[in-house]
């Protein structure tokens, strides 16, 4: 196939996450044959979106304002900051209904292997709202994954924030809901054991 519009649309769906050369092809197929109803208003979306959504420059959120609505909700419990990997887990944790507080998002985890260190996350930015925030920061919640890059960065904060004087407090890891002992691994087990109420 000579290098051309389908081409170039091939390689572009190609560079998104979870999708490959195959999955693009069917997806540009798709697009292509569905040039009114999908295609159109799909390749205006993209538009809009790229020109009106901001990252929020106080919690790293996507939002069509900055700040974002969270950040300038009165309702919501400034005192209380809950750190984040991505804005995925923003949105993940806002589905529940169950946090009142603000996020910070810090775009990543720490990763040796992947060479992203402290100074590629917004960590400074989390100690600068802790330092000068309108309201003293009472508690920061790390919810961040319990991987090994999930671990060392909230053992990095962890560090950071100590002499602050801020109460730092992770989320419990263990059985899940609605999870069957059997068919857990040892991991979940053990840190379910360990973190128990």
Known sequence: MNEGPLENLIRLL??????????ARRIALHLLSKRSTLM?????????????VKSCSICGNLDMNDPCNICTDDKRYKAQICVVAQVS???AIERTAAFKG???V???LL?????IGPEDLRIDKLIDRIHGGEVPVEEVILALSATVDGQSTAHYISDHLSPLGVKVTHLAHGVP?????DYLDDGT???ALRSRA
Request: charged residues 15%; negative net charge.
């Open 177 to 181: 809901v609605g999870g069957e002992l």
């Open 102 to 104: 603000r996020y910070h």
């Open 14 to 23: 190609s560079g998104l996450p979870g999708l490959g050369n195959r999955s």
């Open 89 to 91: 887990d923003v949105w």
């Open 111 to 115: 990763s040796a292997l992947d060479g």
């Open 189 to 191: 087990i053990t840190t």
């Open 106 to 108: 810090l775009g990543g």
């Open 40 to 52: 159109m208003p799909l390749a205006h979306a993209l538009s809009d979106a790229a020109e009106n």
